[in-house]
T-cell receptor, first 116, second 115 residues
Framework: DAGVIQSPRHEVTEMGQEVTLRCKPI?????LFWYRQTMMRGLELLIY????????DSGMPEDRFSAKMPNASFSTLKIQPSEPRDSAVYFC??????????????FGEGSRLTVL | KQEVTQIPAALSVPEGENLVLNCSFT??????LQWFRQDPGKGLTSLLL?????REQTSGRLNASLDKSSGRSTLYIAASQPGDSATYLC??????????????FGKGTKLSVKP
């Protein structure tokens, strides 16, 4: 398997523009996470899905952020409008469910976002 | 609410030394605990996953142990090498029924192995 695939790897945009980050989880994994990482705040959970259903979105900063998972093989994280403080590395991760628990979590390589 | 703590925040050791990284968690109701490594500017790489029914896992020079009752895990690195320099993070998957397997991360220990 190719692992968790994220795109774009790098994005530079201007304040006010819409940003869409994409993630393809590992095939067969039914749990997907979006994280944001900055030097100041470390690794922050934004939202996670189980079986394409959002379970906990309490980490989504505000209404400018939205995430969707229309099917088991694709998820998007959208920021509209973007602001300089959104500059960070955004990670997607996925894992399988197991009988009575959860399997190993695998991360993508991240999308580095810079908002000017 | 589950909290995960990693102490120390940073550690520097000479090459060849055996070392232990610590991870503690406040709620023993977990599904599993996972150790990750992160190199600067890179993503997180999974090192070891310990299910709640297990006591330890080994991979090469790495050995991770889990003591659920005391809320502790350790990552043992044998014969450390400069290439082991990275930030090591632990994460637990909670059994909190409302969260359906939420994953809580510690803030990591930054390891530097000096040649």
């Amino acid at each position: 398997d190719a692992g968790v695939i994220q795109s774009p790897r790098h994005e530079v945009t201007e304040m006010g523009q819409e940003v869409t980050l994409r993630c393809k989880p590992i095939s067969g994994h039914n749990s997907l996470f979006w994280y944001r990482q900055t030097m100041m705040r470390g690794l922050e959970l934004l939202i996670y899905f189980n079986n394409n259903v959002p379970i906990d979105d309490s980490g989504m900063p505000e209404d400018r952020f939205s995430a969707k998972m229309p099917n088991a093989s694709f998820s998007t994280l959208k920021i509209q409008p973007s602001e300089p403080r959104d500059s960070a590395v955004y990670f997607c991760a996925s894992r399988p469910s197991l009988i009575g628990g959860w399997g190993e979590l695998f991360f993508g390589e991240g999308s580095r976002l810079t908002v000017l | 609410k589950q909290e995960v703590t990693q102490i120390p925040a940073a550690l520097s050791v000479p090459e060849g030394e055996n070392l232990v990284l610590n991870c503690s968690f406040t709620d023993s109701a977990i599904y599993n605990l996972q150790w990750f490594r992160q190199d600067p500017g890179k993503g997180l790489t999974s090192l070891l996953l310990i299910q709640s029914s297990q006591r330890e896992q080994t991979s090469g020079r790495l050995n991770a142990s889990l003591d659920k009752s005391s809320g502790r895990s350790t990552l043992y690195i044998a014969a450390s090498q400069p290439g082991d320099s990275a930030t090591y993070l632990c994460a637990v998957t909670t059994q909190d029924g409302g969260s359906q397997g939420n994953l809580i991360f510690g803030k990591g220990t930054k390891l530097s192995v000096k040649p």
